[in-house]
């Protein structure tokens, strides 16, 4: 944009924000409920108006890779890194400024206010998950030309959360030839989402084709606890008994993981992470009073909790000491393994992998909010430029981090430097 464009916006985003100090400055304690139900309605779709004109702003801002020179790996993780968005506020966005150029019909009805934001994000939403799970005869112009006229005749009869449930089941209704097909758009859009509330509670959600819920209610039901009738009537409701069976087939498959050749990341067995604080654990100090531990995928688990799944699993403690300038003490790991390699091996071992676990709270990469569980442990200065494997070399990195830094390293230049080779018996621990 030329010098003059960017006055003219910067002249007009002062002129909005000389409008939000008027508002602001509005007495509101004299206005009746129905002028304040009309302020706000209006404010909203003021509102909505300027989120429609951040996404044209942000389509331009991808398309010329800003987020990537912002070192963020999608528009998404940017809107949450410096706009400082929730997760869903982020992706809604994200979505709506790249799938925008479709929404013709969509957008002329915004401006004729027959619908609202809120029901342009989710129609944007709709498509957007409908062209990814299309086959390849549906081109997203496709999807959008014969999904807006649906979606838009619902959006003025039906409530926010009907609308939401046609958009998310648009794709299942565009292209009905045979079942197989549709069986395939149902594999292509299946998901499992899992998270955690800030109250505390986890929350899974989840859409499959018939076939996997098959097996998934088959488990639960061969696991979940029979009623009791000695037990709390909450203990018995379906909903519960269901969830303890899930548990209980996902602590099985976990118990059997190393028997069936399973190993995480770094070789190490397949096991649950809890990473905490001593007084954590410490029966002296009392679990109220205690700091919550966490999980290597972000989880905040309570002291009482933590205590809990010790008991519970027999679980092992493994203490590391940590300086107060952040530098770990110990020169091993419980079982005798060398937490510092040098030069005599190229990848990092489980027992550094463990230590990582407990040092980051995600990828080491300024803003970015992978767990350490899905992350490369990295050598900060790279093995074939004489980098040691060692602690205070490496670093977790997720995998879009990892390349982005390879791919720097590439432009910079080769390294002539040949590593050393790796003595006998030393198998990968973890991917660089």
């Known amino acids: 944009m030329g010098a003059g464009g960017v006055a003219s916006a910067a002249q007009a985003l002062e002129t909005i924000r000389a409008g939000l100090a008027m508002l602001a400055a509005c007495d509101i304690d004299t206005s009746g409920a129905a002028d304040l139900g009309d302020e706000c309605t209006q404010i909203m779709r003021a509102t909505g108006c300027l989120q429609l004109e951040a996404a044209r702003r942000l389509r331009r ?3 010329v890779g800003g987020p990537a020179a912002d070192d963020c790996p999608s528009l998404a993780a940017w809107l949450g890194r410096r706009c400082r968005l929730r997760p869903w506020e982020a992706r809604q966005l994200a979505v709506l400024s790249g799938r925008s150029h479709l929404l013709t019909d969509t957008l002329a009805a915004f401006a004729d206010r027959e619908i609202e934001f809120g029901d342009v994000s989710t129609i944007a939403e709709g498509i957007d998950r409908a062209a990814d799970t299309m086959t390849d005869s549906w081109p997203p112009e496709r999807v959008a030309q014969a999904a807006q006229p649906a979606l838009l005749e619902a959006a003025t009869t039906v409530t926010p959360g009907q609308l939401r449930k046609a958009a998310t089941r648009i794709a299942l209704t565009l292209d009905g030839e045979t079942a197989e097909r549709r069986r395939h758009q149902i594999d292509r859009q299946a998901f499992l989402n899992l998270g955690q509330g800030i109250d505390g509670i986890g929350v899974l959600s989840a859409e499959m084709g018939a076939d996997d819920l098959a097996i998934v209610e ?13 037990l709390p009537r909450w203990q018995n409701l379906p909903g519960h ?3 303890r069976g899930l548990v209980t087939a996902c602590q099985i498959a976990l118990n059997a993981a190393g028997r069936h050749g399973y190993r995480e990341r770094g070789g190490a067995p397949v096991r649950v992470h809890v990473i905490a ?3 954590t654990v410490d029966p002296e100090v009392p679990a109220t009073q205690a700091p ?3 999980t290597e995928y972000g989880t905040i688990v309570t002291a009482a909790q933590v205590r809990e799944m010790i008991q519970r699993h027999d679980a092992g403690i493994h203490e590391i000491l940590i300086d107060p300038d952040g530098s770990v003490v110990d020169r091993f790991a419980a079982d005798g393994q060398p937490l510092n390699w040098g030069r005599t091996r190229r990848l990092f071992s489980s027992a550094q992998r463990d230590v990582y676990l407990a040092l980051y709270a995600g990828c080491a990469a300024e803003g970015c909010d992978r767990p350490p569980a ?8 790279p093995w074939a430029q004489g980098g040691r494997t060692d602690l205070d070399n490496g670093q977790p990195l997720c ?17 002539h430097e040949k590593p050393p080779d790796r003595p006998g018996g030393d198998h990968p621990a973890s991917d660089e």
Do not use: E, T, V, Y
Request: charged fraction near 30%; glycine fraction near 4%.
């Open 218 to 230: 088959k488990a639960i039901d061969a696991f979940a606890p029979s009623p009791n009738a000695d």
């Open 374 to 381: 899905w992350a490369d442990i990295d050598h900060k200065q």
């Open 61 to 63: 801002f991808d398309a």
């Open 277 to 279: 604080c001593a007084a």
């Open 241 to 243: 008994r269901r969830l």
């Open 399 to 415: 995998r879009w981090h990892n390349l982005q830094k390879q791919n720097r390293q590439d432009r910079a230049g080769p390294s």
């Open 292 to 294: 919550p531990g966490r």
